[in-house]
Every structure is written in structure tokens, then in C-alpha cells.
């Protein structure tokens, strides 16, 4: 083999040695989300229905999709989460909740932990808002743990505002979705 033909497949490979995809499971995926109110905060989940993200360590481009139940969401009391999926969410006319990736601020180290932003597109209530989400990765072997926390401003997005004369709640819920996931090169 020639040196220059050594060289260009040496580029080639650490070219897509950069680049990785991480897969998602439901089984190793929590959604919590957290609303606070005068009296409490209520806490609650949603169930991952599908995740696939895939990312260049180098670049920092990202794509993919993240796709939560909305009709799972679920804070323990029957009664609030019917009027959440029918007044708010309207969760029989929008079964699913998304998030596209498109770009990673900050190095993910696949050795170690890191604090990155993950930038998007997040579908909720047949509408697309753009997003950034704070991120922390921990990378060991072919596993990911990632925690991602961010916050969904649904009344600005034109939900309805569950409040009522007497119990007032806040206008923006707060997400964390704590996953873990193989991690592959691409």
C-alpha cells in the first residue's frame, strides 16, 4: 500500500470515529416532570416510547429524534390527569411528544463526565418550538447516562392554563429525562 493511500484511509476512519449513535430504550428511560402551584408541586412522568440520537464528538452536529407517550403522562391522581390530557395537553388528538436534535454545544468526552447543551426542535401540542437543553453525559465503555433538563413554557405555546380561581399553577413545567443507552460508532 502506498503512503498517501495509508494516509487518506486514515483520515477516513478518524473522520467517522467521530461520529456515533445512541439508542434509547424505554426500559432505561425515566421522564419526570415537575409543576408548582401555591399549595405544592406536583410531580409526574411520561414513558419514552422510542430514541435514537446521533452525534459527531468532533463537529458537534446532531440529529435524531426523541418520541415521549403524552397519554402516559401521570401524576398519580386520576382526576388531574384527565384534565390534563384533555384540557391541556389534549393528548387523543396529540399522541406524541418530540424532540430532533440538531447540534451539541460543548465536547462530549466518551471517557468521563460532561456538561453540554443539546439544541433542537420540540414538538408538543401539534406545534414546534425550538429549545436548548442543559445536558450531563456520563460516558464509559459502549454506555451513555445522560441527564436533560429543561423547561416547557406551555402556556406561552398555547396550551391551556389549568388554573382555576383557587388553586394557581405555574405556567411553565419543568422536564429532567434521565436515560441510559449504548453508545456506537456510526
Do not use: C
Amino acid at each position: 500500500m502506498s503512503k498517501l493511500t495509508l494516509i487518506a484511509l486514515s483520515l477516513a476512519l478518524s473522520a467517522t470515529a467521530a461520529e456515533y449513535h445512541l439508542q434509547l430504550t424505554p426500559e432505561s428511560t425515566q421522564v419526570n416532570w415537575t409543576l408548582g402551584d401555591v399549595l405544592h408541586t406536583v410531580h409526574g412522568t411520561f414513558k419514552l416510547k422510542r430514541g435514537d440520537i446521533f452525534f459527531d464528538a468532533e463537529s458537534g452536529k446532531a440529529s435524531g429524534e426523541v418520541v415521549v407517550d403524552s397519554t402516559s403522562g401521570n401524576s398519580g391522581s386520576s382526576a388531574r390527569d384527565g384534565r390534563m390530557h384533555k384540557n391541556v395537553l389534549e393528548s387523543g388528538k396529540y399522541p406524541e411528544i418530540s424532540f430532533s436534535p440538531d447540534h451539541v454545544e460543548g465536547r462530549i468526552e466518551l471517557a468521563g463526565t460532561s456538561n453540554v447543551k443539546l439544541h433542537g426542535s420540540f414538538k408538543i401540542h401539534g406545534a414546534v418550538h425550538e429549545i436548548t437543553a442543559v445536558v450531563q453525559v456520563t460516558a464509559r465503555e459502549d454506555q451513555i447516562a445522560s441527564n436533560v433538563k429543561f423547561e416547557v413554557p406551555y402556556v406561552v405555546w398555547g396550551m391551556k392554563d389549568p388554573s382555576t380561581l383557587f388553586l394557581k399553577v405555574d405556567k411553565t413545567v419543568e422536564i429532567e429525562m434521565r436515560a441510559t443507552g449504548r453508545v456506537a460508532a456510526k
